[in-house]
């Protein structure tokens, strides 16, 4: 199996050699780290580098370490239907099985991709805080849950003008004649 080195010194990559390899041992704690880049979707994230809150917990068990926490940080995006900017807090919980990459594990070949190693007593944080956050965010957000969005044939901010209309559009069909009814318009005037 081919493993990359963690960096301990990046905010998202935790040392459990404290806990030791006791089943039961636990450490709680709570850290503030910069959020990664291009944490969230499309209209909606963390902005890089926006302080990210975690409360953890790691414990040890026969198989490895489980972290379970939670996450508190700020969104900012744009409502899909008025494209108005967002803000708003997020919170989304967690919990993860790292397991101790010593081989003493047997883990069958499908499971393989889904199981999070530790590498090197060291754990990265960083896909599990991903899918907790990217799951916890809205679908579609809106700035309102009753935003009526732009017009869609002029782009018209439909909260600012709720009675916003427009002329009924002629079928094509019927162009030619319209031609004749503004020539007959202006024959008269």
Not at 25 to 49: R, Y
Request: hydrophobic share 35%; glycine share 6%.
């Amino acid at each position: 199996m081919k493993t990359s080195k963690l960096d301990p010194r990046a905010p998202l990559v935790l040392d459990t050699r404290e806990l030791g390899r006791r089943p039961g041992s636990q450490k709680e704690f709570t850290e503030t780290v910069p959020a990664p880049a291009d944490l969230g979707i499309e209209v909606l994230g963390v902005a890089e580098g926006t302080p990210v809150e975690l409360d953890l917990r790691l414990e040890a068990v026969m198989e490895g370490v489980l972290v379970t926490g939670t996450v508190h940080t700020e969104l900012t995006g744009e409502c899909v239907r008025c494209l108005d900017p967002i803000s708003d807090e997020l919170e989304a919980r967690f919990q993860e099985l790292y397991v101790y990459d010593d081989g003493h594990h047997d883990i069958d070949a499908d499971e393989e991709s889904e199981v999070r190693r530790l590498e090197d007593d060291l754990l990265d944080l960083e896909p599990v805080l991903r899918d907790a956050v990217v799951l916890a965010l809205p679908f579609q957000p809106l700035c309102e849950e009753d935003c009526p969005g732009l017009c869609t044939e002029c782009g018209a901010h439909l909260a600012d003008d709720p009675d916003h209309t427009h002329e009924a559009p002629i079928d094509p069909r019927w162009a030619g004649l319209e031609a004749l009814t503004q020539d007959d318009s202006k024959t008269t005037d």
